[in-house]
Structure formats: C-alpha cells, structure tokens
C-alpha cells in the first residue's frame, strides 16, 4: 500500500513537471501561435491579421509616456500579444477577464476587439449591454509600465500583486499611462474624483474623461494618490513600495492638502 502510494505521489510530481515545462516552453515562444511578428523600437507585436496602418503611431505614442517613467529601461524588450490568436490568450490563468494583463515582459490582449486606426479597444461589458471604449494609447501604457515594474522591482511585484490589487502598483501605471506626470492638475483633478465618487456605476465602477473613454474609478483615484507622493511627497517608486502607511490615510492626507 505504502509503495502504490508513493508511486502514485511520484506520477503525480512527474505530471506536474512536465505540465510546468510545457507551459514555459509555449509562454516563452508566442511565435509558435502567431503566423507574425512585427517589430517598433523595443516592441514586438506578435499577430495573425494584418496590423491597421496607424498601429506604429499608437506605440510610439506609448512609448513616449513609457520613457517619462523613472522606470523606463531602454534595454526591456516588451512583446505583446494580440488576441487574434485564441489560444495564446486563454492559455494563462488570470482573474476575471481583464481587457489585458502583463506578464514578466510580456502584455497579452485578452478580451474586446483592438482597434490601432481608432486607437481604441472596445469592450462588451460582462452582465450588461454597455459597450465600453478604452483609449488603446493608456490601456497598452499602463500593461506596459506593469512589465517596467516587473523588471525594475520583480520580487515587490510577485510578492504583493499575484490575484490581487496592489494600489501602488495601479496607481503607478495609471500615473505613468495617463500622462499625469507634472501635468499641475492634481487639485482639479482630486475635484473632479470627489464628484464621481459615489455615482452609481454597472460593473466595474469607471468614468469618462474628456474623450469620451473609460477610466477605471479605483484606478484614477490611485493614480492620483501616487501623483500626490511623487510630486508633493517627493518620493520615488520604491519609497512608495516600501511605504506602510494605509492608502486610506494617504487619500485624507491628499484631501486635506487640497483645500489648503
């Protein structure tokens, strides 16, 4: 009985290891799903279809809020995955079913259709009729600074953002993504996040900006905290990490330094 039980303990181990090998060999090849790759600067898009025409205008419009990022590395090749390919996607657990999701220096289209020429990603929101438009431009930037911060800070990453949201870490790729840097609005837009804070919301709670696409709430109001101690603070991206101070004792301290 004892020998039938390690042998099966053993089969068991074996199943998982070759399981996790093939995972890695097929996470870290994309180009074994994708008929192309194409190449902009440090990113590399991996694709079926053809690529819309203005799709190199939108990445180096990325590019360019990517490189106002303390954490930019002009040596991180990015690589993203677009989901005209239906398996590469799906093959990567993530939670719930996000627009898009990084992964070490990879960023995997998920869900919604991609649009370069519009330069928006359209959702169909679960549960709902709402059609949802993303500015293509922010939502690649802010996948994107995950990858920086993953390759600036990977253990901080692992450690504190696997299946959970970590405020400094979406704070950080909506300030970076959005272009607030020294943008001076922090105060108008602190108001305008007052306002929207306790509207009623289907799904996921976001609002517009002034072009009419979304913006995830929660997002926007880390965004502006991380804004808040970058700018005001004078404090770096690892100070941030490092900080233990509860992110609700920030915001009141935010709050109160506005209506100085």
């Given at each position: ?25 097929i996470f870290f090849n994309p180009s074994l799903f994708y008929a192309n790759q194409t190449h902009f600067d440090k990113i590399t898009i991996f694709h079926n279809q053809k690529l819309d025409e203005k799709t190199e205008v939108v990445i180096k419009d990325v ?163 991380v804004q808040y101690l970058i700018e005001i603070k004078k404090m770096n991206f690892n100070q941030i990490c490092e900080l233990d101070t509860n992110v609700h004792e920030i915001y009141s301290e935010m709050l109160d330094w506005k209506s100085d």
């Amino acid at each position: 009985m004892i020998k039938t039980t390690k042998k099966v303990i053993l089969i068991l181990f074996s199943i998982m290891g070759i399981s996790f090998l093939l995972w890695l060999v097929i996470f870290f090849n994309p180009s074994l799903f994708y008929a192309n790759q194409t190449h902009f600067d440090k990113i590399t898009i991996f694709h079926n279809q053809k690529l819309d025409e203005k799709t190199e205008v939108v990445i180096k419009d990325v590019l360019k809020l990517l490189k106002s990022s303390e954490l930019y590395d002009k040596n991180l090749n990015i690589q993203l995955c677009l989901n005209d390919n239906k398996i590469y996607p799906i093959f990567h657990i993530t939670h719930g079913q996000p627009v898009a999701y990084s992964i070490f220096n990879k960023t995997i289209i998920k869900n919604g259709k991609i649009k370069f020429n519009e330069n928006v990603a359209e959702v169909q929101w679960p549960g709902t009729n709402e059609l949802r438009k993303y500015n293509l431009t922010m939502l690649l930037a802010h996948e994107f600074t995950h990858n920086l911060q993953r390759n600036a800070n990977f253990f901080y990453v692992l450690r504190t953002g696997l299946g959970k949201i970590n405020w400094k870490l979406e704070g950080n790729a909506d300030y970076i993504s959005r272009g607030f840097k020294n943008d001076g609005r922090l105060k108008d837009k602190i108001e305008k996040y007052l306002i929207e804070e306790n509207n009623e919301h289907n799904g996921l709670p976001a609002i517009k900006d002034e072009f009419g696409s979304y913006l995830t709430k929660g997002y926007y109001k880390y965004a502006l905290i991380v804004q808040y101690l970058i700018e005001i603070k004078k404090m770096n991206f690892n100070q941030i990490c490092e900080l233990d101070t509860n992110v609700h004792e920030i915001y009141s301290e935010m709050l109160d330094w506005k209506s100085d």
